[in-house]
């Protein structure tokens, strides 16, 4: 089936440094991709998606481009905050079922220091 | 403010007992979800149901129970049948349109969770 493969964390950065987040798929047919982030003891919040080959998806600072050949949807941002320490979810939006399901990756922790 | 609605926040069982976990949507959508958060890892499908008075089994049914009588509200049963509830459970929402390529772009929408723990 359907599956979502991240970077183990976390992440440890510094305020203002590059953040990069890998993340690759394996699906049948062209699905949707999606970056989600939480906050302690909140849910989840759509960062940002992309729905089909090249798109490139962008929000509050972050951009991640749908890769086909690659598979790949890695999550970038210029210079990180310590607001963006947070676990931060790739998803695929599988429609194979009929319906709309999300495989979700296991998460990437990030911690962003002063 | 449009939104998904949780409640408890927290709540506890007890051995033997059934509790409820309340999800409530004022988005107008008509797809629902219920997932399952265990630490270091992603969200597990529970149930999902697409329009009022029908739903689904997902991944990890097993030990829950789930009703669909209004557009507006999914709760959840843990029952105890489920032998390692403790958790943290989220409710998701999102518009529905149809099969197909289409019906993957719309994103699901989050409450803030309910951590259930056992007594």
């Known amino acids: 089936g359907d599956s979502v493969t991240q970077m183990e964390g976390p992440v440890t950065l510094s305020e203002e440094a590059f953040l990069t987040i890998n993340c690759t798929y394996t699906?049948?047919?062209?699905?949707?991709l999606f970056w989600y982030v939480q906050y302690p003891g909140e849910g989840l919040q759509l960062l940002l998606k992309?729905?089909?080959?090249?798109d490139k998806g962008s929000n509050k600072g972050f951009e991640a481009t749908y890769r086909k050949e690659t598979t790949s949807f890695h999550l970038e941002k210029g210079s990180v905050q310590v607001s963006d320490s947070a676990v931060y979810f790739c998803?695929?939006?599988?429609?194979?079922?009929?319906?709309?399901?999300?495989?979700f990756g296991t998460g990437t922790r990030l911690l962003v220091s002063p | 403010d449009g939104g998904i609605t949780q409640s408890p926040k927290y709540l506890f069982r007890k051995e033997g007992q059934n509790v409820t976990l309340s999800c409530e949507q004022n988005?107008?959508?008509?797809?629902m979800y219920w997932y399952r958060q265990d630490p270091g890892q992603g969200l597990r499908l529970i149930y999902y149901?697409?329009?009022?008075?029908?739903?689904q089994k997902g991944d990890i049914a097993e030990g829950y129970s789930v009703s669909r009588e209004k557009k507006e509200s999914f709760p959840l049963t843990v029952t105890s049948a489920q032998k390692n509830p403790t958790a943290f459970y989220l409710c998701?929402?999102?518009?529905?349109?149809?099969?197909?390529?289409?019906?993957?772009?719309?994103?699901?929408?989050f409450g803030d969770g309910t951590r259930l723990s056992i007594l």
């Open positions: 998701a929402s999102s518009t529905f349109t149809g099969t197909g390529s289409l019906s993957g772009n719309q994103p699901q929408h």
């Open positions: 699906a049948t047919g062209y699905p949707s």
């Open positions: 992309a729905t089909k080959a090249d």
């Open positions: 998803a695929l939006s599988d429609t194979n079922t009929g319906f709309q399901k999300l495989v």
């Open positions: 988005l107008n959508h008509d797809a």
């Open positions: 149901s697409q329009i009022v008075n029908d739903f």
